[in-house]
């Protein structure tokens, strides 16, 4: 029971930011060893805030466990969703053949978030930011990989959704349209 408080959220009960940091160096570690491919996707909630604030926190933890469901059946069941803290989730996609099979997630985790969610009596739709990071094309170190790189210095993901092309290194970033209302 300790172990499982020191390395999963209450709440949503996904792996928490220890055993994901675990989790990506045991999957990183393997990736060197095979040459296959590892994809970070750091999801930020766009605008979670406003959820807590009108509804209440008791909704938004619901919303955050709605949330978590809904990125579990965007991925396969070898990969690994964790929750970081407040608003803020991970998915670790290992031990993939080939680059492309990421964006193709983000995506639907993106579509998937954008239903509308039922809470307290309120429909609302949700959006949310998707940074994508590659081993080995974006580093090959956990550091390299982090979401700490994806953010804007205060924490907040930067609004787009990061897809890889060609050349290591290089990245496209396509601003994603989709609005999130309350009400």
């Known amino acids: 029971k300790i172990w499982w408080q020191a390395n999963y959220a209450a709440l949503?009960?996904?792996?928490?930011?220890r055993l994901f940091q675990d989790r990506l160096q045991q999957d990183l570690?393997?990736?060197?060893?095979?040459?296959?491919?590892?994809?970070?996707?750091?999801?930020?909630?766009?605008?979670?805030?406003?959820v807590n604030d009108v509804l209440g926190h008791a909704a938004?933890?619901?919303l955050l466990i709605e949330?978590?469901?809904?990125?579990?059946?965007?991925?396969?069941?070898?990969d690994t969703v964790a929750r970081l803290g407040g608003?803020?989730?991970?998915?670790?996609m290992a031990d993939m053949?080939?680059?492309?099979?990421e964006a193709i997630v983000a995506q639907l985790i993106i579509e998937a978030l954008a239903r509308r969610f039922e809470l307290h009596g309120k429909s609302f739709g949700l959006s949310a930011?998707?940074?994508?990071?590659?081993?080995?094309?974006?580093?090959v170190e956990a550091t390299d990989l982090t979401p700490a790189r994806w953010t804007d210095g205060e924490g907040h993901a930067v609004g787009h959704l990061v897809v890889p092309v060609g050349r290591p290194g290089r990245s496209v970033r396509a601003t994603l349209g989709m609005v999130s209302t309350l009400g």
Request: one cysteine or more.
């Open 12 to 17: 949503t009960r996904l792996p928490n930011r």
């Open 29 to 50: 570690t393997r990736a060197r060893r095979t040459g296959r491919q590892v994809a970070l996707l750091y999801i930020d909630l766009d605008r979670f805030k406003e």
């Open 129 to 139: 930011s998707v940074g994508i990071a590659l081993c080995p094309v974006d580093g």
């Open 97 to 101: 053949a080939a680059i492309g099979r």
């Open 87 to 92: 608003d803020e989730f991970t998915v670790i």
């Open 60 to 62: 938004g933890d619901e």
């Open 67 to 78: 949330v978590a469901q809904r990125i579990q059946h965007c991925i396969r069941k070898v």
